[in-house]
């Protein structure tokens, strides 16, 4: 079975600055992986995903994600964060064996707070 | 283009109470997933609906039941009701081509159970 991890359950980032969510998977095979983004009391917006092929992805909003086999991580990266940026952010993961039947795997989430 | 939408919004009902939560899919999608997310807590998988049959679930008993109708809309059914199903409840739909991981969800259902 499958599991996601993400270490930070909370990230203080000044507007304007650098941004690095973490995320860590274990799944046999090659994952399926999504990072998602929820405001609060709403659904899930999918902010880019990792199928195969080239490792950095480029998501929506100016976030991209590089997929590390040998660390069994897919870190979010953001160069600069605006405060509508604050929300929190989930890693799932999913396999496609039985065609993602089993649904996607989510982490507890990193709840991110802008500071002016 | 429509998104996903579910209804209702929110709902309120007693332990030991029966809940139909509904939700349409996006134009061009086929599958639906279900998930129920606690406070403070990532979502979990309760099942998914591929052709109108359930094709996968997780780890949830089987008074969580429920349908796909031929627009690919679908309905979550609970039983029994239990102080702990209070969740907000999330349904997301797959593109028709493309991978049933690939999901795009609503913006869910606020269930409290008292």
């Known amino acids: 079975a499958q599991s996601v991890t993400q270490p930070d359950i909370h990230i203080t980032v000044s507007e304007g600055a650098s941004l690095e969510l973490r995320c860590n998977y274990s799944y046999g095979a090659t994952p399926y992986l999504f990072w998602y983004v929820q405001s609060p009391g709403q659904g899930l917006q999918l902010l880019l995903k990792?199928?195969?092929?080239?490792?950095l992805v480029q998501g929506i909003k100016g976030f991209e994600a590089e997929f590390k086999r040998s660390q069994s991580s897919f870190n979010l990266r953001k160069p600069s964060v605006h405060w509508s940026d604050a929300a929190e952010y989930f890693c799932a993961v999913g396999a496609q064996e039985r065609g993602g039947a089993d649904g996607l795997t989510f982490g507890k989430g990193t709840h991110l707070i802008i500071q002016p | 283009e429509t998104g996903v939408t579910q209804s209702p919004t929110h709902l309120i009902k007693t332990r030991g109470q029966q809940v139909t939560l509904r939700c349409s899919s996006q134009?061009?999608?086929?599958?639906v997933s279900w998930y129920q997310q606690a406070l403070g807590q990532g979502p979990q998988f309760i099942f998914q609906y591929y052709r109108e049959e359930e094709n996968g679930r997780g780890n949830f008993p089987p008074r969580f039941s429920g349908l796909q109708f031929p627009n690919y809309s679908s309905e979550l059914n609970v039983n029994a009701l239990e102080l702990d199903d209070s969740a907000l409840y999330l349904c997301a739909s797959s593109p028709t081509s493309g991978s049933r991981l690939e999901q795009y969800f609503g913006p869910g259902t606020r269930l409290t159970v008292t």
């Open positions: 134009s061009g999608h086929n599958t």
């Open positions: 990792y199928f195969s092929g080239d490792t």
